[in-house]
């Protein structure tokens, strides 16, 4: 999926593939068609708000063994509440807002080079340009974030960082350097939940 585009014409889902081809919600048949063949199992399209008590399944690299060698050992699946912290109706894996520091993004292209710092990688609502030393985020739940503009983001946890990041996406190669280099330089405990290789907050307005 992380290979495919999308984007919204008229309020409508429109789906591309690398090779060109396009299909809207208009036609939902064949749209759920052609991403059952390229998936390989059955899938539909539906709508955020149709999705009651949705669940997510993840799995989270092994940092022990990202940290032996350039292998990408996976954890098991491990199944959570889709959006838990995010309003009714909307689709998001945790939160609604995922923030992303210059600094943090610098390090990791650093440790990992070769777009380890591309932050598409990461998929983060803002990327704040600011100063201050890598993964600053760390610090950040419980404060809020205020911007001129008059918005105030409440932030609430560390964002824990699965296997995505490394995988290959559109415009971006497979690099399992971007999680390693997580896994070794800032991997923390987020109270209620574990210790995780973090990289941003996770925040709402």
Known sequence: LLTLGARLVDGDAVVAWEDGLQQSTLAPQAADDALTSFLGRRVRLARASDIDGGAIERTDPDSDELLRDRR?????????????????????????????????????????????????????????????????????????????????????????????????????????????????????????YGVYSCVGAYASV
């Not at 912290?85 to 992303?100: E, I, K, N, R, Y």
């Not at 890598?134 to 946890?157: H, R, T």
Request: one cysteine or more.
């Open 72 to 192: 990408l050992v996976l954890s098991e699946v491990t199944t959570g509440q889709l959006g838990s912290m995010s309003a009714p109706g909307t689709l998001f894996d945790f939160a609604s807002l995922h923030v992303l520091s210059t600094p943090t993004l610098a390090e990791l292209e650093r440790l990992g080079g070769d777009s380890s710092g591309d932050c598409r990688r990461f998929r983060p609502n803002l990327v704040l340009d600011i100063d201050g030393p890598p993964f600053q985020e760390n610090a950040w739940p419980g404060k809020q974030l205020k911007f001129a503009s008059g918005v105030v983001l409440d932030v609430a946890i560390q964002t824990p960082r699965c296997v995505v990041p490394s995988l290959p996406q559109r415009g971006l190669p497979r690099r399992v350097e971007t999680i390693r280099a997580v896994a070794a330089t800032n991997r923390i405990e987020i109270e209620g």
